[in-house]
């Protein structure tokens, strides 16, 4: 082997060296490029899940309360239904006796 063969050889292993390396570059950029796209896209997803989350509680705790803010109505009403019935009975008892005292003082006078 002479002096140009040899140096024509290193050329080309040279070359092949530099476009291996190149190659093996582009290939490790453009899988790194698409899983930073990923973990950024994962990112966002995990950031409105979190977001979602935050606002699930809050509507169940909107809704725990206004829960207990009408059942608290249902009671007064109920409360109120019954102080109004038993008002009602005792007026209808009364009734009934003044019929009875005016129908006793008719059937004596």
């Known amino acids: 082997m002479n002096r140009t063969e040899f140096i024509i050889a290193t050329a ?14 582009w290939l490790m ?35 725990e309360q206004r829960e207990a803010e009408l059942m608290n109505q249902i009671a007064q009403t109920e409360a109120e239904l019954r102080a109004a019935m038993e008002g ?5 008892h009364e009734a009934e006796e003044m019929r009875a005292y005016i129908e006793r003082m008719h059937a004596n006078g």
């Open 29 to 63: 950029h453009r899988f790194t490029r698409v899983a930073g796209g990923d973990m950024g896209e994962m990112d966002k997803l995990a950031q409105s899940l979190h977001e979602a989350e935050e606002v699930r509680d809050q509507a169940i705790i909107y809704l």
């Open 88 to 92: 009602l009975r005792d007026a209808r």
């Open 12 to 25: 080309f292993i040279l070359l092949a060296a530099f476009t291996l390396g190149w190659f093996a570059y």
